[in-house]
């Protein structure tokens, strides 16, 4: 079963505006990344964020996580066409950390 | 450096008969995963192995799958008397091994199809 829910299933918006996708998940956390994915093919690893932190940024993606809502937002700025794919998070259990349990993915799509 | 690598990329095959995937992670990296994923669903965990061993095979969804690691690095995911229900992509990841950096690198997948 998916631990998180991703929120929205699928957004839509023009280049250069920014684009937030959020996350929930159910059960305590060692860690949260989110990921990328293309055309059905392999992810690509965005970013993590441990539980014991609260933001953090890389290049145009900015993360949030907070613990107590059991929630995380992604946050890319100046969207670009070639953001275009599917977004997941994935949680790393504080119970067996090793193994990632993903959410359902937010298709997002970038019109030029 | 080269990324993870999966053999074949696409796999045909009928309903009943056996296949293998295979896996090549990153050098160096001791923590393999895989995982399937549906159409338009995220990936889910099957199994993960820590060098030779299979720490964790919770996600195996029963004993038609087994995956093996001889020797550490490369991976075998073999299905038997496959069922039209296997049909997805299977995606293998590696990983440094160590809890403070489990961000996983993923191979870019094999669509199984059974017909």
């Known amino acids: 079963s998916q631990q998180g829910e991703e929120d929205p299933q699928a957004l839509s918006i023009q280049e250069g505006e920014n684009a937030t996708m959020n996350c929930s998940y159910k059960t305590s956390i060692n860690n949260l990344q989110w990921y990328r994915q293309n055309s059905g093919r392999g992810l690509v690893h965005l970013i993590l964020i441990r539980s014991n932190e609260r933001e953090k940024h890389s290049g145009r993606l900015r993360v949030t996580l907070d613990t107590s809502k059991k929630s995380s937002s992604l946050l890319i700025t100046a969207s670009r066409a070639a953001d275009t794919a599917s977004y997941f998070c994935a949680t790393g259990l504080i119970q067996g950390a090793q193994k990632l349990v993903f959410g359902q993915g937010t298709r997002l799509t970038i019109n030029p | 450096g080269a990324g993870v690598s999966q053999t074949p990329s696409n796999k045909v095959t009928e309903k009943g008969k056996y296949v293998e995937l295979r896996c090549d992670p990153i050098?160096?990296?001791?923590?393999l995963y895989w995982y399937r994923q549906s159409l338009g669903q995220g990936p889910e965990f099957l199994i993960y192995?820590?060098?030779?061993?299979?720490?964790?095979d919770s996600g195996l969804p029963n004993d038609r799958f087994f995956a093996v690691r001889p020797e550490g690095s490369v991976s075998t995911l073999k299905i038997q008397r496959t069922e039209r229900g296997d049909s997805a992509m299977y995606l293998c990841?590696?990983?440094?091994?160590?809890?403070?950096?489990?961000?996983?690198?993923f191979g870019p997948g094999t669509r199984l199809t059974v017909l």
């Open positions: 192995f820590q060098g030779t061993g299979a720490a964790d």
């Open positions: 050098s160096g990296h001791t923590a």
């Open positions: 990841a590696s990983s440094p091994g160590t809890l403070r950096r489990n961000e996983q690198f």
